[in-house]
């Protein structure tokens, strides 16, 4: 079955440092990809997606490119902020039913 | 607040006991899916409905739960003869179409004792 694949936390970064967090996938078809995030004490939130081979998604700084070849598509962000820190689900949707598979999360804390 | 609203916000029950969650969709958004998150792990589709019709269930969702959406606008997940294995948050979603983005809801948490 589909699964997702996501670098474990805790990250834990000072303001203005380059993010890397790594996602890798194993699906059947061609799903399409997407990062959510979960500030505290809220719900999920997309934060991008992309739906095919090459595409990259984009918001709020973060950027992440749908890689087939490496079945990767791992979040960048060149500066984070103290308010990046969250949890962060990377995770790809079934093409007919839309259900959505996620990784297990990385917690990130961003110090000023 | 027009997002997802999910009732109650947390639950601690006995083991045995029953419990009812309920989760109010984005008003016009015909699709509902129901998600359950343990601690650690990211969220695990347990359901879904298109309108009042329920298309897939997880094999997660054993024969103590079960999920309706009678007018295809709120769901309800009911556990029935809880075991301290099912407490975790439960997470409801909702969005406009197959295509459309997923709203995600705070949760419900569910404790067992």
């Not at chain 1, 996938?25 to 719900?43: D, H, I, M, N």
């Amino acid at each position: 079955g589909d699964s997702v694949t996501q670098m474990e936390g805790p990250v834990t970064l000072s303001e203005e440092a380059f993010l890397t967090i790594n996602c890798t996938y194993t699906a059947t078809g061609y799903p399409s990809l997407f990062w959510y995030v979960q500030y505290p004490g809220e719900g999920l939130q997309l934060l991008l997606k992309a739906t095919k081979a090459d595409d990259k998604g984009s918001n709020k700084g973060f950027e992440a490119t749908y890689r087939k070849e490496t079945t990767s598509f791992h979040l960048e962000k060149g500066s984070v902020q103290v308010s990046d820190s969250a949890v962060y689900f990377c995770a790809l949707s079934d093409p007919l039913s839309r259900q959505l598979t996620f990784g297990s999360g990385t917690q990130l804390t961003v110090l000023p | 607040d027009t997002g997802v609203s999910q009732d109650p916000r947390h639950k601690i029950t006995k083991r045995g006991q029953n419990v009812t969650f309920r989760c109010d969709p984005i008003s016009e958004h015909n699709r509902l899916y129901w998600y359950r998150q343990t601690l650690g792990q990211g969220p695990e589709f347990l359901t879904y409905f298109q309108n009042e019709a329920q298309l897939e269930k997880s094999r997660l969702l054993s024969d103590r739960f079960s999920a309706e959406r009678p007018k295809g606008s709120f769901s309800t997940l009911e556990i029935q003869r809880t075991e301290q294995g099912d407490s975790a948050m439960y997470l409801c979603a909702s969005s406009l179409g197959a295509a459309g983005e997923l709203f995600f809801g705070e949760g419900s948490r569910l404790t067992v004792l």
